[in-house]
């Protein structure tokens, strides 16, 4: 069983829809689903704020590369253009981990290398796995203490928004 940890973001056009369209596409693969989090963007670019969200997927069938794959078409699926990094997107869709696999191909490197370093993933990755751990160096570090090591600032700039209808968005 392949399982995999997704952060997904939007903030051009209809965010939330952007984001329904991996679930939806995940369908049954789908093993947990984050609320959806409002988040100032990262990385210095002027833009508007993101909705993130983070899925954990499980698929017999598929591997780290095959992930990633599905990544990119959703992102082409949703007119994601890369202009400028940390810009502005329609859609990204970001591997964080999946099992206990370790790659440093650029193409792919996982665990995810900024992860550790963003409240918009570890939130609601923490909302989904409470107990979660993430690989850094050789160490497996509890997301918990990963998001203590933010600044206060980082992580109060990362709000839940309202359940749409059921609870589900």
């Known amino acids: 069983m392949s399982r995999a940890v997704l952060s997904i973001g939007s903030n051009i056009g ?13 369908g049954s693969r789908v093993v947990a689903c984050s609320p959806v989090y409002r988040s100032a963007p990262w990385g210095g670019v002027e833009q508007q704020d993101f909705l993130n969200a983070v899925v954990v997927a ?11 794959h599905l990544g990119q078409r959703l ?13 502005p997107r329609s ?20 665990p995810h290398p ?17 107990d979660a751990t993430l690989r850094l160096d050789d160490d497996d570090v509890p997301v918990t203490e ?10 109060a700039g990362v709000i839940e928004q309202e359940s749409v209808g059921d609870g589900s968005w």
Request: glycine residues 2%; aromatic residues 8%; charged residues 35%.
């Open 91 to 110: 859609l990204d869709v970001d591997v964080v981990v999946c099992d206990d696999v370790v790659s440093e191909d650029p193409r792919l490197i996982l």
């Open 146 to 155: 990963l998001l203590a090591r933010l600044s206060p600032e980082e992580r």
């Open 114 to 130: 900024r992860a550790h370093e963003r409240a918009f993933v570890l939130l609601p990755w923490l909302d989904v796995e409470p």
């Open 75 to 87: 992102e082409e699926a949703a007119d994601r253009v890369r202009v400028q990094r940390w810009g």
């Open 58 to 68: 499980e698929d017999d069938a598929y591997d780290p590369w095959d992930w990633l």
């Open 14 to 26: 209809d965010s939330l829809s952007h984001l329904r369209s991996v679930t939806a596409e995940l």
